[in-house]
């Protein structure tokens, strides 16, 4: 890092003592108006060559070759005008024009599509048609989460998964932190990376895509989605919604983790094992294998015992499906079972003295 300092300050000095010994600026005091104008220019020139150190190789490269093909187009469109009037000012502007737009329309074009310079995609060029590559683009909450090896493990996931170095940033920020459970966390997301990258079958590259005007690691993510035409895979609600809104395509582990959960339908029998007290009164509070939140009643005596209940009804809400339940005794419950085996007995017909329809009495004689 000293090295680049000292470069700067021989830059600057270099800039300085050129301006200040030749004048090009010809306002005010010479040494002072050249003095001030070098440190502005010099200035200028530091701050865009930091800006450069945080894009990414291929950006630089798009944006040196889009530049170089603009000038020569450039070029070439002046020299076809060889028979237009020099001496014109209206010429000599749209010459000047024209050598200014097309470098900066090829500098900015070959920046934004930089991405294209990755062996990855020249190769992808010659390669005969068929169906382009299918991007996953991984955020830090679903690495961290670690549901996502066991995704790919089972072979559901397919495609290309991205890992930007911008999330990976964020990982080692997350390992490093001097909270325990963030740093557990952070390094949790690590261990799960090499879990992935070592699955045979699975495609992982790391991306060095950046976005140096966008701040937010989410919507640095959205339009790394957006530049490759791939997917979010997450389980930030709120990232979740703000792609949906940006036009970008989510995969949610969480909506997943939730369609995949067993259906459970009211009048249902099952086991469960009551492990604590509920809010209300008399309740108990069972978990199902995925995690699904059993509520109880009538089992409040029966703490940390397995026992036959009948579901009642069942909730979904915005973090999963709860499901509610009426512990009965066993005696009753082999009865509602045959019951429900048998199916609906039929009904015996009234008598027609119940109905309310009385049969004429013979008289009777005194």
């Not at 209206?90 to 310079?117: C, D, N, Q, T």
């Not at 991205?162 to 932190?177: G, N, R």
């Not at 036009?247 to 339908?265: Q, S």
Request: charged share 20%; with cysteine.
């Amino acid at each position: 890092m000293a090295w680049f300092i000292v470069a700067r300050i021989l830059f600057v000095a270099g800039v300085t003592y050129a301006a200040v010994l030749l004048q090009p600026i010809r306002i005010g005091p010479p040494v002072v108006s050249n003095l001030a104008f070098a440190l502005v220019l010099s200035g200028l020139i530091v701050g865009f060559e930091v800006r450069l150190r945080e894009a990414a190789v291929t950006q630089l490269l798009g944006a040196l070759i889009g530049a170089g093909i603009g000038l020569v187009i450039a070029r070439t469109i002046g020299a076809a005008l060889f028979w237009a009037d020099a001496g014109d000012r209206r010429v000599v502007f749209l010459h000047s024009f024209i050598l200014l737009m097309l470098p900066y329309l090829g500098l900015v074009i070959g920046a934004r599509k930089g991405e294209w310079l990755e062996p990855s995609r020249l190769i992808g060029l010659f390669r005969t048609s068929g169906p382009g590559r299918r991007y996953k683009i991984l955020d830090t909450s679903v690495i961290i989460d670690g549901r996502i090896a066991d995704v790919c493990e089972t072979g559901f996931l397919d495609g290309t998964l991205v890992i930007p170095q911008f999330v990976l940033k964020e990982l080692q920020f997350v390992a490093d932190s001097p909270d325990s459970l963030k740093r557990n966390r952070g390094r949790r997301g690590l261990d799960i990376l090499q879990k992935i990258q070592k699955m045979a079958g699975v495609e992982v590259t790391i991306s060095d895509v950046d976005f140096p005007d966008v701040r937010e690691v989410d919507l640095k993510l959205i339009e790394l989605a957006r530049s490759v035409q791939g997917k979010i895979v997450t389980n930030d609600f709120n990232l979740n919604k703000v792609a949906q809104l940006r036009g970008v395509e989510v995969l949610n582990i969480n909506e997943l983790a939730n369609a995949l959960k067993p259906v459970v339908l009211p009048g249902e029998f099952m086991k469960v094992f009551i492990l604590k007290e509920g809010k209300e009164y008399n309740q108990g509070v069972a978990y199902l294998d995925d995690g699904t939140m059993v509520v109880v009643d009538n089992a409040r005596k029966m703490i940390s015992r397995t026992i036959d209940i009948v579901v009642t009804s069942v909730l979904q809400t915005t973090a999963g499906k709860m499901s509610f339940g009426r512990y009965i005794d066993p005696g009753a419950l082999a009865q509602a079972q045959a019951a429900q085996a048998q199916g609906p007995q039929p009904q015996p017909a009234p008598d027609r003295e119940d109905s309310g329809v009385r049969k004429a009495r013979p008289a009777q004689t005194v």
